[in-house]
Structures are given as structure tokens and as C-alpha cells.
């Protein structure tokens, strides 16, 4: 089975390493100094204190590495659209593809049944570049649960958790998913192949869709935003409002608000990625995590009158920080 990981940053590096250590066939595309340093040293992951290093093939060429069995996509939301003709190399007849991205996916609406069958979403996949340069045919969902960072060029660190949740759009225990669930299994990760993956999507997005704006519009850890009085209550309308939104869409919610809100602060004084992206001068995730729930409210006919308030600070926050909006 061959596997490439596409965009083998923090989260990316991480499963690399994992799959690369258990013998897998694996390789990935990444690109300058990180790059660099995965092809002079190999890849080297630090994990429970512990630190390995391993070599890999890496390569920023995509037509070095071919035709795959599994591209599983681990760039930042808004770095996929651009590079999706690059990817095509990688992609065969047979060639799944796996979404590992935080936020709303473009492919959403790809056999969910119903009126909104086949909706394509702008703010995750502008100009249907996905959809139409993969194919949501190929597409199996992934909820990435682990954290981790490149702590410097060609070294992951590993900062806890091991599962990424797997889900076909249509909710069915395919072999293609069941055989890359194995596949990241004897590399000693989590992946479980969920027949109702779109639940588990909202519930991490609850968190990303407010806690990772509040944060960079006030530098405050998870920690701090979740236990103020003013932000939990922001935290809390923007995820309602998302909670109406998902249930329109059938989403079944297997706990409330407040637990979410609650485990959000027992994480601790963690800056959120948003934040950490504000403060590197990198471009955020606000389409993918904010602005997406908010066009899921206007194919919905729901209200979403605090994520709209919300969306309009961090985009001008990202303006005045001269980035992307
Ligand atoms: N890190 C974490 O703990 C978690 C992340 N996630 C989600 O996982 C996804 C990936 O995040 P993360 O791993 O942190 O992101 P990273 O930025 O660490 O990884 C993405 C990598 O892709 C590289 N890249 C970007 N464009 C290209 C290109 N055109 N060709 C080759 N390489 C490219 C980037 O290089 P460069 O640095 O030069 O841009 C970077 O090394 C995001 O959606 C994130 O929200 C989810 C859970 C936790
Ligand atoms: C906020 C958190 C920890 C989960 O909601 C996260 O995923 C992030 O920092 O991007």
C-alpha cells in the first residue's frame, strides 16, 4: 500500500513518522527548509521524551513519487484549493484521498442525501477546485485528533494523542477505509472507521469555530477564554448557533455546550493554533473554521448573528496583521 502525505508538517510529520517507523510505504511532500532537512537527516519525531529519527522519502515533486494508493492531505485548509493540479501526479485510477483538515470539509454535502445533495461550499473550496480536481468519489473523511509541531526544520514534536477518526461520506465500513484504519493501527495510532463521521466534525469544530478566533482576537489561552465569564458566553452563542446550524443537518450531538466548553479549559494554558498562526505572521484558518459555519447558516436559513460578529473581528484582526482575511 503506497501512501503519500501531502503537506508533512506538524500533524502530517507526525503520521509520517508513525507509518515510516512501522515499515509502511510512505512519503511526503513538503517543501523548504523542513524539506531540506528531512532529505539531508531524515525525519526525526520526539514522542514521550523520546526522540527517533527515521529515514524518508520526501520530496516537494510530485511527479517523482507517482500514483498512490491513499493521498491523505494534511496542509492547512486554505493551502489546498492552489495546489490541487500539483497533487495530480499522485492520484491514479484507484487513488483514495484523505482529507485530514481542520474545519468544515468542501466535500459535505457528497452523499449526505436530501435537498442539499452535491452543495458545494465557496469559503472551503473556492472555485470547486477540489471537488472538481479530486472528485469527492475518492474522498475519506478524517478528524484529527493529535497535537503536535515542527519544533524545528525536520523534527515533530509529538504533544499528545493518537487518533484520527476515519468516515466515508456515506457512513459505509468500505475496504478502502477499513485497510488504511489497519494501516495507521500497526503504526500504533487510533483510527477507528466511524459510520457517522460528520457528528465527530462538529464537535471539534464547536471548539475551533470560537475558541481559536477568541483567542487571537485576545491573546488569552484555552484555559482563560474558557473560564472568563464574557468569552465563555461568546464561546457558548457562537456554538449554539452552530449547534442549530448541524442539527438542521442532521447531526446528533453525543454531548452539550457547556462539557465542550469545560474540556476546552481542563486542555490548559494552550494558545490555539489561530493565535500561534497570528503571532508566526502565518495565514489563519478563518474560512475553513469560521466562515464556512457561517455559509452552513445561510444554506440553512439560520441566524448566526454572534459567529457573524466574530467573523468580522478576526478578519479585520488579520487584515490590520497584514494577512489574508
Ligand atoms: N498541529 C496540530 O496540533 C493540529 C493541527 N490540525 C489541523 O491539521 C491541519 C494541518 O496542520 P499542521 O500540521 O499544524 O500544519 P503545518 O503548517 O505544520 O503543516 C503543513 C505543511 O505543509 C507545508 N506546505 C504548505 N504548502 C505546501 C506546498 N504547496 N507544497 C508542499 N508543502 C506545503 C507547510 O510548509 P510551510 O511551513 O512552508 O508553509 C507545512 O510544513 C490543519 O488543518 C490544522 O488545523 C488539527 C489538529 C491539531
Ligand atoms: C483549540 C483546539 C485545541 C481545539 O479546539 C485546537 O484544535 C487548536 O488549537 O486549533
Given at each position: 500500500m503506497k501512501i503519500c502525505i501531502f503537506g508533512a508538517g506538524a500533524i502530517g510529520g507526525y503520521m509520517g513518522a508513525k507509518l515510516?517507523?512501522?515499515?509502511?510505504?510512505?512519503?511526503?511532500?513538503?517543501?523548504?527548509?523542513?524539506?531540506?532537512?528531512?532529505?539531508?537527516?531524515?525525519?526525526?519525531?520526539?514522542e514521550d521524551g523520546q526522540s527517533t529519527t527515521l529515514p524518508i522519502t520526501a520530496s516537494d515533486d510530485p511527479e517523482e513519487l507517482g500514483p498512490q494508493d491513499y493521498v491523505i492531505i494534511t496542509l492547512k485548509a486554505h493551502s489546498v484549493p492552489p495546489v490541487v493540479s500539483r497533487m495530480q501526479p499522485l492520484i491514479g485510477p484507484e487513488t483514495t484521498v484523505v482529507s485530514g483538515v481542520n474545519g468544515v470539509p468542501w466535500w459535505y454535502f457528497h452523499k449526505?442525501?436530501?435537498?442539499?445533495?452535491?452543495?458545494?461550499?465557496?469559503?472551503?473550496?473556492?472555485?470547486?477546485?477540489?471537488?472538481?480536481?479530486?472528485?469527492?468519489?475518492?474522498?475519506?473523511?478524517c478528524v484529527v485528533y493529535p497535537a503536535a509541531e515542527v519544533a524545528e526544520p525536520g523534527v515533530i514534536r509529538h504533544v499528545e494523542g493518537n487518533r484520527f477518526s476515519l468516515g466515508e461520506p456515506d457512513g459505509s465500513k468500505?475496504?478502502?477505509?477499513?485497510?488504511?484504519?489497519?494501516?495507521?493501527?500497526?503504526?500504533?495510532?487510533?483510527?477507528?472507521?466511524?459510520?457517522?463521521?460528520?457528528?465527530?466534525?462538529w464537535v471539534k469544530l464547536w471548539g475551533n469555530l470560537s475558541f481559536n478566533p477568541i483567542s487571537?482576537?485576545?491573546?488569552?489561552?484555552?484555559?482563560?477564554?474558557?473560564?472568563?465569564?464574557?468569552t465563555r458566553a461568546v464561546a457558548r452563542a457562537m456554538m449554539l448557533e452552530a449547534q442549530t446550524i448541524a442539527e438542521k443537518l442532521g447531526v446528533k450531538f453525543p454531548i452539550d455546550v457547556e462539557r465542550r466548553i469545560d474540556g476546552g479549559a481542563a486542555v490548559g494554558a494552550?494558545?490555539?493554533?489561530?493565535?500561534?498562526?497570528?503571532?508566526?505572521?502565518?495565514?489563519?484558518?478563518?474560512?475553513?473554521?469560521?466562515?464556512?459555519?457561517?455559509?452552513?447558516?445561510?444554506?440553512?436559513?439560520?441566524?448566526?448573528?454572534t459567529i457573524d460578529t466574530v467573523l468580522a473581528l478576526i478578519r479585520l484582526r488579520a487584515k490590520s496583521a497584514g494577512l489574508p482575511a
Amino acid at each position: 500500500m503506497k501512501i503519500c502525505i501531502f503537506g508533512a508538517g506538524a500533524i502530517g510529520g507526525y503520521m509520517g513518522a508513525k507509518l515510516a517507523e512501522a515499515g509502511a510505504d510512505v512519503s511526503l511532500v513538503a517543501r523548504g527548509p523542513h524539506l531540506a532537512a528531512m532529505q539531508a537527516n531524515g525525519l526525526t519525531l520526539i514522542e514521550d521524551g523520546q526522540s527517533t529519527t527515521l529515514p524518508i522519502t520526501a520530496s516537494d515533486d510530485p511527479e517523482e513519487l507517482g500514483p498512490q494508493d491513499y493521498v491523505i492531505i494534511t496542509l492547512k485548509a486554505h493551502s489546498v484549493p492552489p495546489v490541487v493540479s500539483r497533487m495530480q501526479p499522485l492520484i491514479g485510477p484507484e487513488t483514495t484521498v484523505v482529507s485530514g483538515v481542520n474545519g468544515v470539509p468542501w466535500w459535505y454535502f457528497h452523499k449526505i442525501g436530501g435537498p442539499l445533495e452535491g452543495t458545494r461550499l465557496r469559503s472551503v473550496d473556492p472555485g470547486d477546485a477540489q471537488w472538481e480536481g479530486f472528485g469527492p468519489d475518492r474522498v475519506l473523511g478524517c478528524v484529527v485528533y493529535p497535537a503536535a509541531e515542527v519544533a524545528e526544520p525536520g523534527v515533530i514534536r509529538h504533544v499528545e494523542g493518537n487518533r484520527f477518526s476515519l468516515g466515508e461520506p456515506d457512513g459505509s465500513k468500505s475496504e478502502r477505509a477499513l485497510a488504511l484504519s489497519k494501516a495507521l493501527a500497526a503504526a500504533g495510532l487510533k483510527a477507528p472507521v466511524r459510520p457517522r463521521l460528520r457528528d465527530e466534525i462538529w464537535v471539534k469544530l464547536w471548539g475551533n469555530l470560537s475558541f481559536n478566533p477568541i483567542s487571537a482576537l485576545t491573546h488569552a489561552t484555552l484555559e482563560v477564554l474558557c473560564t472568563d465569564p464574557g468569552t465563555r458566553a461568546v464561546a457558548r452563542a457562537m456554538m449554539l448557533e452552530a449547534q442549530t446550524i448541524a442539527e438542521k443537518l442532521g447531526v446528533k450531538f453525543p454531548i452539550d455546550v457547556e462539557r465542550r466548553i469545560d474540556g476546552g479549559a481542563a486542555v490548559g494554558a494552550h494558545r490555539t493554533s489561530m493565535l500561534q498562526d497570528l503571532d508566526a505572521g502565518r495565514p489563519m484558518e478563518i474560512d475553513a473554521l469560521v466562515g464556512s459555519v457561517q455559509e452552513l447558516g445561510r444554506v440553512t436559513s439560520t441566524e448566526t448573528p454572534t459567529i457573524d460578529t466574530v467573523l468580522a473581528l478576526i478578519r479585520l484582526r488579520a487584515k490590520s496583521a497584514g494577512l489574508p482575511a
